[in-house]
């Protein structure tokens, strides 16, 4: 009997596509508007990708940039929904609050 295949993240290609912040704002926007449940915005916003987006932009940005405080006032919402120690609807209103519709409209690269 051979030994079984064991893959590591390295070894397997990603095949999604790239985050598209554009998708992410009309997702968000839609439940904005009142057209979309709380739970599947935030849902559409981890299968878009939002958590990949969010990390990149806390690498990217600099301790003196102002919008380092707008990447960590999101990341504490987002953070506390994958947690489970916030309801969604806090988190949405959170994300709202801290500005996810103007980060999204002009992400911080990597």
């Known amino acids: 009997m ?15 596509p790239a985050p598209d912040s554009v998708k992410l704002a ?3 926007a839609e439940w904005i508007r009142g057209e979309t449940l709380v739970g ?11 958590p990949e987006v969010l990390a990149a932009a806390a ?3 600099e301790d003196d ?5 707008l ?3 999101l990341s504490v919402h987002w ?7 916030i309801v969604p609807l806090e988190v949405a209103e ?9 980060f999204l409209a002009d992400p911080i690269e990597q």
């Open 71 to 73: 990447v960590a006032a």
């Open 59 to 61: 690498l990217a940005a």
């Open 2 to 16: 051979s030994d079984p295949v064991v893959f590591d993240d390295s070894t397997v290609p990603d095949h999604r």
């Open 79 to 85: 953070d506390g929904w994958e947690r489970g120690s």
């Open 40 to 50: 599947r915005m935030l849902a559409n916003l981890k299968t878009g990708r939002f």
């Open 65 to 69: 940039d102002p919008r380092a405080e």
């Open 94 to 102: 959170g994300l709202r609050d801290a500005g996810l519709e103007a």
């Open 26 to 28: 009309g997702q968000f």
